[in-house]
């Protein structure tokens, strides 16, 4: 018997190649060729292999200006979810196509079906690749509505799928998962790199053929990932990755590719006994009530997208037990939290450089805002000091490399929201013009200009 033929492909771009390769020559990413059966194809119901994306393929599709195209089309609809709504930009819009990814047991299974349950107006069909039928009234009795009118449908072959989908014309089809569908068409089993593809692009042409919203609910891989090509990402309108430690009760919803939306938002959800609940003032839960004053520990006044948000960060500083100090960050960058500790060294003369340094962000949020600077200098001295920073006070503004402390846009709205919460102080570059922002009585507002200056204020060192 002829030996069955394979192709390599690439996980990360989807690329296939007729031989390994160390180093994908189209994306460039080293290690990612796995081996797959090539796809059959089987005349007309093979589906194309290179399909990267939606194209119409009217014969009669003209250009036209941009101005003349009606948007009636385009509409967008609420999903019942106020925070998902907000992340996607004002709701679902019609015939785009969604990827949530995330760890298993994050809650995505759970997400989805508590769209249909919050709006009942959707006709959604949600197909489970994963679990029965079952299962899914087991889960949603859980979450405290079993009377829903959502079409669910336990399928795992993507032709019948879409057959059913065309019989009952939903608005909304969640897939759940798509590494478990698979296609006839291809030989490789449900989950490589090729069913992957192919699936998502025969769903793709039918959400545009049929102006059907579709979710798509992916895997991760260990390294955070979406498992299977990256193309997965590219086809896709929306990419939403939910985020969070699965054994604390918080999960983030953070948007990561949005065609119809800005991709700063994020959004805050708490896993209850009765599902998903939306946390709609994040900084709350952020920032936990001290009944005495720690040291260690800063709150940073933080932009979220279009949010600001105010978050607690904890800093651990203690004499290295062994010849090489430990550096570890918890929900920040390594490298950018090395850098201002060699900042304090050179430019402000603490010697931290035999001192293992911890730093945590509470909330297992992971933060990127150069705002939360000063905050995380201010953690890491307090605990170096060991005294504690004023639970009152809060931080926003950025450090530069000569020990400088840089300005940050939006810092009213930031000031805005401290005051909001309850904080009386709140440290800022002396660079963020004073006439840039209206005098809030509620706060005090303390202009810093290095780290030296902060040191003398915060702790009259
Ligand atoms: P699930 O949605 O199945 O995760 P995923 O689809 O991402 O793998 O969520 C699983 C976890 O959520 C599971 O560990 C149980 C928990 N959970 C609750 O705490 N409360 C609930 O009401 C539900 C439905 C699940
Ligand atoms: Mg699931």
Same mark, same amino acid.
């Given at each position: ?63 036209? @200006?941009?101005?003349? =195209?009606?948007? #009636?089309?385009?509409?967008? %609809? +609420?999903?019942? *979810? !106020? ?86 014309? @939903?608005?909304?089809? =969640?897939?759940? #998962?798509?590494?478990?569908? %698979? +296609?006839?068409? *291809? !030989? ?103 009944? !005495? ?169």
């Amino acid at each position: 018997m002829a030996k069955a033929k394979t192709v390599w492909y690439c996980t990360s771009c989807g690329n296939e190649y007729p031989k390994w390769m160390g180093q994908c020559p189209a994306c460039g990413e080293w290690n990612t060729m796995v081996e797959e059966p090539k796809a059959a194809p089987s005349g007309k119901a093979a589906a194309p292999s290179r399909t990267r994306g939606y194209v119409s393929t009217e014969k009669d599709a003209r250009p036209q @200006p941009l101005s003349e =195209i009606s948007m #009636s089309e385009e509409s967008r %609809f +609420s999903i019942g *979810i !106020e925070e998902v709504d907000r992340i996607l930009g004002g709701g679902m819009v019609r015939g785009s196509m969604i990827l949530i990814g995330g760890e298993p047991g994050i809650g995505k299974s759970t997400l989805a079906l508590q769209i249909p349950m919050n709006c009942p107006d959707i006709k959604t069909l949600y197909v489970s690749g994963e679990e029965s039928l079952r299962q899914l009234k087991l889960r949603a009795q859980r979450l405290g509505s079993d009377e829903c009118d959502c079409l669910v449908l336990s399928e795992t072959l993507l032709e019948n799928i879409i057959a059913r989908a065309q019989e009952v014309n @939903p608005d909304l089809l =969640i897939i759940d #998962s798509i590494q478990t569908i %698979f +296609s006839e068409t *291809i !030989e490789s089993s449900a989950g490589s790199v090729s069913q992957v593809r192919e699936c998502a692009a025969a769903l793709l042409r039918y959400a545009k053929e049929s102006n059907t919203s579709v979710i798509l609910i992916g895997h991760i891989t260990k390294d955070g990932a979406i498992a299977g090509p990256k193309i997965l990402e590219h086809i896709v309108d929306v990419v939403l990755q939910f985020e969070g430690d699965t054994r604390g009760a918080y999960r983030i919803l953070r948007s990561i590719k949005n065609r119809f939306g800005s991709t700063a938002e994020l959004s805050v959800f708490e896993m209850t006994g009765k599902g998903l609940r939306e946390v709609s003032n994040p900084s709350e839960m952020l920032i936990p009530m001290h009944q !005495e004053n720690l040291s260690g520990i800063a709150v940073a006044a933080m932009m979220d997208g279009t949010r600001p948000l105010l978050i607690e960060i904890q800093s651990l500083v203690s004499t290295a037990a062994y010849g090489v100090p430990q550096r570890s960050a918890t929900g920040f960058d390594v490298r950018k939290m090395n850098m201002l500790l060699a900042v304090l060294e050179k430019r402000a003369g603490f010697r931290l450089g035999s001192k293992d340094v911890f730093l945590n962000i509470a909330g297992g949020l992971r933060i990127s805002d150069p705002a939360c600077d000063l905050a995380v200098i201010a953690a890491i001295l307090s605990s170096n000091f060991d005294i504690s920073v004023s639970a009152d006070s809060c931080f926003s503004a950025e450090v530069g490399l000569s020990g400088e402390i840089r300005p940050v846009s939006q810092v009213e709205r930031r000031i805005a929201e401290a005051a909001k919460l309850g904080f009386k102080k709140i440290y800022i570059s002396s660079f963020n013009k004073k006439d840039s922002f209206a005098r809030n009585d509620n706060i005090e507002v303390i202009a810093v200009s290095d780290v030296a200056e902060l040191c003398r204020k915060l702790f009259k060192a």
